[in-house]
């Protein structure tokens, strides 16, 4: 299957797409070919179609702009509008013909926006919580959905943590399903689409986790197309 990979461009003079190591053999161990979705394609639609894209995975990155979900900036950075765009017209794109999307961290947070839900810009400020989020500390998350439990094999699941923005229960987009919230602090790390293949994890499974073989099992079963086939019929 191939699968539209977005990029990080940096903010500031002089501009690069760059990706962090480690997404693109992720990807291919799922058996997955990344296809990279530059942020200054003229026409993304065209791209995509041009290049077969079957799904799409946004990944991490900087902040997006909170215009996006109707807040002032207090603590978003790295905006980059081009990415922005991008992402939501590949999201366009992808929502129109039912193609797989996946979020990952940054690219979670995305689809919330998109699906008209807002963010925490900053949890150690506007939250308070116990748990940094920022430095990668491994934490608890509880499976709060049956079907998500079942496909995973858990109730509970161990992930990585390497973001400082996050999405509260109020603040979850229209339509989507918390699976996933921190035992910590209750922030939503993981939710999906009931009626779309959406699915949006807080973490970072291409990184050092203790849920990398859960993870595979999820997502193998979300880009086969197997992971919602029951929840239809349900």
């Known amino acids: 299957m191939r699968i539209a990979l977005t990029l990080h461009t940096s903010p500031v003079p002089p501009k690069r797409h760059s990706l962090r190591?480690?997404?693109?053999?992720?990807?291919q161990r799922l058996g997955l070919t990344p296809i990279l979705l530059p942020n200054d394609v003229l026409d993304v639609p065209a791209y995509l179609e041009a290049l077969d894209v079957q799904g799409v995975v946004l990944s991490g990155g900087g902040d997006i702009d909170p215009a996006h979900y109707g807040q002032a900036n207090t603590y978003?950075?790295?905006?980059?509008p081009e990415r922005d765009a991008a992402e939501f017209t590949a999201?366009?794109?992808a929502v129109a013909r039912?193609?797989?999307?996946?979020?990952?961290?940054?690219?979670?947070?995305?689809?919330?926006?998109?699906?008209g839900g807002g963010l925490v810009q900053d949890i150690a400020n506007e939250l308070g919580s116990s748990l940094d989020h920022y430095r990668g500390t491994p934490h608890p998350l509880h499976i709060v959905d049956r079907h998500m439990a079942e496909a995973l094999g858990v109730d509970t699941l161990e992930v990585n943590t390497y973001h400082h923005q996050g999405i509260t229960a109020e603040l979850l987009g229209r339509g989507l399903r918390a699976f996933a919230v921190s035992e910590v602090d209750g922030l939503v790390e993981g939710f999906y689409h009931p009626r779309?293949?959406?699915?949006?994890?807080?973490?970072h499974p291409e990184k050092e986790t203790p849920s990398r073989e859960h993870d595979v099992r999820?997502?193998?079963r979300f880009f086969q197309g197997t992971l919602f086939l029951q929840r239809k019929h349900s």
């Not at 978003?76 to 980059?80: G, L, Q, V």
């Not at 779309?196 to 973490?203: F, N, R, S, T, Y």
């Open 21 to 27: 190591v480690g997404y693109v053999p992720y990807l």
């Open 76 to 80: 978003s950075d790295h905006i980059a």
């Open 91 to 93: 999201l366009d794109y």
């Open 98 to 115: 039912d193609l797989p999307v996946l979020g990952i961290c940054r690219g979670a947070q995305v689809l919330n926006v998109y699906f």
């Open 196 to 203: 779309h293949p959406i699915l949006g994890v807080q973490w």
């Open 218 to 220: 999820l997502f193998r």
